[in-house]
């Protein structure tokens, strides 16, 4: 039992699940190269954000015939462009087992009033995904759930002879977890998770498939300017190869482009994915030797490696919500443990960072500092 605070502390008491930690080697001199007071579309802003989409087609592995585009709003605007521009030519499945699929459900439901098939589950379980039509529906799925830590443990489910498109929220899996892209349509996701950039940026993949939807379907609804994706019936092929709908933030496409070549040095995709595997087992196996916490994935093969979201289980404990804040609270002051609270719509618990560019010795330094904030918050409610 540890009653007294433990000797070791991280080095980085950064967990927050977004914006991330930073990579190891950062420091502000990394972005003394950054196309500041430049125009994005001058050369030199051009090359940067080309560099940007590679660098992504390069590390994730994404077939050269996907479209990768920088969008605006991070992932979420991502997310809506690809609901406001593809849906509603046929069926479609909304799939949610956490509050981003939730919002999802919400804006396809009630925003584009599009009579979807909702399939939900609780926090900690995942929707049954042998029963999801994606031979003849769109499909709208997280990959993994940020909120619930519950994860898509494979792409069998999703049929290789699909009419309908997958449409696949990926932000707090790419760089963490194998996307299959030949059962991918689309796919978002932003910087800021796994690579530990900075806010505000989207990136949105597109298969050949759903390019065909985009240069086949107009919907029914009005696009706001920033979701348009065609002109005239045909894909606008600059916003996947830089120039972007709106203006970026050059120094956040900097911070970007250093980040990909911190991930080329730890061993590209695998090491990145090696980085969250041993950050995440670390934490599981504290929860294994312990009968007071407990992982919220119920189901092993799809717990999170990234987004590691864990329950406090014990009887002495008097009101779950404000006991794990407290325990967060502890652990903030000590700066041992940062931004771990568990998301406001999830249930009470925290939510450990796991990605890569936390340090293992950092994961295994602030563990026995958990215990330390635990026991100290059971022996305060007297």
């Known amino acids: 039992m540890a009653t007294h605070a433990p000797a070791t502390r991280p080095a980085n008491p950064r967990f927050s699940s977004g914006p991330c930690a930073k990579i190891p080697t950062f420091s502000l001199d990394k972005l003394s190269d950054a196309a500041l ?15 940007a989409i590679e660098g992504t087609r390069e590390i994730l592995g ?12 991070s992932d979420t605007g991502a997310v809506e462009m ?22 999802w459900v919400t804006d396809v439901v009630k925003q584009l009033k599009i009579d979807a098939e909702v399939k939900t589950a609780d926090y900690g379980q995942i929707v049954d995904l042998t029963t999801v039509d994606t031979k003849n529906n769109d499909v709208v799925f997280t990959w993994n759930g ?19 498109l997958t449409i696949c929220d990926a932000t707090s899996a790419a ?21 530990g950039g900075e806010a505000a940026h989207g990136i949105l993949v597109l298969s050949p498939r759903a390019v065909e939807r985009l240069e086949s379907y107009t919907p029914a609804w009005p696009l706001p300017k920033l979701f348009r994706l065609t002109k005239g019936g045909k894909l606008i092929d600059g916003i996947f190869s830089g120039a972007t709908i709106n203006t970026p933030s050059m120094l956040a496409v900097e911070d970007y482009l250093v980040a990909l070549d911190w991930a080329r040095d ?27 916490i407990a992982n919220l994935a119920e189901d092993e093969a799809t717990r999170s490696n990234t987004s590691v979201c864990l329950k406090f289980d014990d009887a002495r404990i008097q009101d779950g919500a404000t006991f794990a804040k407290a325990v967060a609270k502890r652990l903030e002051a000590e700066n041992i443990a940062l931004d771990i609270g568990a998301y406001r719509d ?22 026995p500092w958990l215990e330390w904030a635990f026991e100290a918050e059971i022996a305060a409610q007297g």
């Open 37 to 51: 007071g430049r125009s994005h579309r001058a050369a030199v802003g051009k090359t940067k954000l080309k560099d």
């Open 62 to 73: 994404i077939p050269a015939d996907y479209k990768i585009g920088i969008v605006p709003a």
């Open 82 to 103: 690809a609901l406001w521009n593809l849906l509603g030519a046929r069926g479609v499945e909304m799939l949610a087992w956490e509050s981003f699929g939730a919002g």
């Open 146 to 164: 940020t909120t619930s830590g519950v994860r898509v443990p494979n792409a069998d489910w999703i049929a290789d002879d699909r009419e309908g």
């Open 175 to 195: 760089f963490a977890m194998d996307l299959p892209w030949d059962k991918l349509d689309v796919t978002t996701f932003s910087w800021q998770k796994v690579l």
């Open 266 to 292: 730890v061993g590209g995709l695998q090491g990145l994915q090696d980085r969250a595997d041993a950050n995440a087992q670390a934490v599981f196996d504290f929860c294994d030797a312990r009968p007071w």
């Open 346 to 367: 999830a249930p009470a618990g925290l939510r450990i960072w796991c990605g890569g560019t936390v340090e293992t010795a950092d994961i295994a330094a602030m563990l």
